[in-house]
Structures are given as structure tokens and as C-alpha cells.
């Protein structure tokens, strides 16, 4: 067999470390506001990175690790904005929503929330991280999720429970049209699927 060009330096697909369940605190990287489109709610799309602790830098350190020309950030969280449409599910994501700006205040000493959303970056947050479970091309198994946000205090101090697994509905069980398995174990979704992503 005839040796290819860079086989020295051409790098080998490995085993992605996989976070642990647990609370984190977290450091946000970038936030940014995605419209909803045909009726759906505006999202922030909040990219974080854990900031302290054995796991700091974990969402970097996978980043870096990609070898696909489409890197993509796996921490990120999506916070629903409310449509203020009067609605008990509107009620519920407003209660959310505020719930998570009043722990960015509490997280950050001086810091209130002044409705720009640029002012997120570089905040202090805690994330409490779940097993979340997919289905996805004859793949079955479960991913580590941020699957809410906290008061950082409370995960220093290890005041918190981790969420039970989210397990999928039996009437949805799949991803939306499109959606690929990525090499690093996390799916790789469109950009333009306005649901909630599995990261």
C-alpha cells in the first residue's frame, strides 16, 4: 500500500470527553437575539463556557478538538422570550425568563438586567446539567444537557439537585428533517430549525 501525503500530521477521530451531570458555574461567551419566524417566539441564544472547577474550559477544549469545517459551539442554552400574548403558555415563559435574569443579577454583584442583551457577556452563571435523550438514525442514548440556570452561589455552596433525565416523548422520538449525527457525539442541527437544540 502506497503511503498518502500528511499521514503524520492528519488527525485521528477520538473519543470526546463527555461532561458529567451536575452544576456548573459558567462564564457567558456570546449572546445574541434570533427572531422567531412564522409565529414562534424570539430566542437569546446564550454560548457559555464552565468557568471553575476540574471541567472549566470543557466547551473550549471540544471546540478545539473539531476537525469538520463547521465547528460548532456545543455550550449553549436557548432562553424562550414571552410573546406577552396573555397566554398560560406565555405566563410560563415569562416566569422563566425572569427566574434567569434575576440570576444573572444575583450572580453578578451591581449587575441589573437593562433589557440589551449584549450586557450578558462575559456574566457569571450557574447551569444545572441533565442527561437528555435522543433518538436519531437508529442511534439511541442520551447527551449531557444545560437544563436550567441558577444563582452561581448555589453551586459553589452545592445547594442545588440535579434535573432527571429528559427522556423523549413517545410521539416525537426523532430530530427535525435534516438533522445529522456529528463524529463528537452531538448532533449536528440546521441552523434554520427553530426548535429547541439538543445542546
Known amino acids: 500500500m502506497k503511503k498518502w501525503n500528511d499521514y503524520e500530521s492528519t488527525q485521528a477521530y477520538s473519543e470526546n470527553e463527555k461532561l458529567p451531570v ?38 473550549k477544549r471540544n471546540y478545539d478538538s473539531q476537525t469538520q469545517e463547521d465547528k460548532k459551539w456545543k455550550g449553549v442554552y436557548r432562553l424562550y422570550c414571552p410573546k406577552d400574548d396573555g397566554t398560560d403558555q406565555d405566563n410560563w415563559t415569562k416566569r422563566r425568563f425572569k427566574t434567569v435574569m434575576e440570576a ?9 438586567w437593562n433589557w440589551d442583551e449584549k450586557t450578558l457577556k462575559g ?41 432527571k433525565d429528559t427522556l423523549l416523548k413517545p410521539e416525537k422520538g426523532t430530530y427535525p428533517a435534516g438533522a445529522t449525527p456529528g463524529t463528537d457525539g452531538f448532533m449536528n442541527i440546521p441552523d434554520e430549525i427553530d426548535e429547541e437544540l439538543p445542546f
Open 22 to 59: 451536575g452544576g456548573y458555574v459558567l462564564k457567558v461567551q456570546n449572546v445574541r437575539l434570533d427572531e422567531g419566524k412564522n409565529g414562534n417566539s424570539d430566542v437569546l441564544v446564550i454560548a457559555f463556557d464552565i468557568a471553575e472547577g476540574e471541567q472549566a474550559g470543557f466547551y
Open 123 to 163: 456574566k457569571m452563571i450557574g447551569g444545572l446539567f441533565n442527561n437528555k435523550e435522543y433518538d436519531f438514525g437508529g442511534r439511541h442514548g442520551f447527551f449531557t444537557n444545560c437544563h436550567s440556570l441558577t444563582d452561581a452561589q448555589r453551586i459553589r455552596d452545592g445547594k442545588f439537585t440535579i434535573p
Open 104 to 112: 444573572f443579577e444575583s450572580s453578578n454583584e451591581k449587575y441589573h
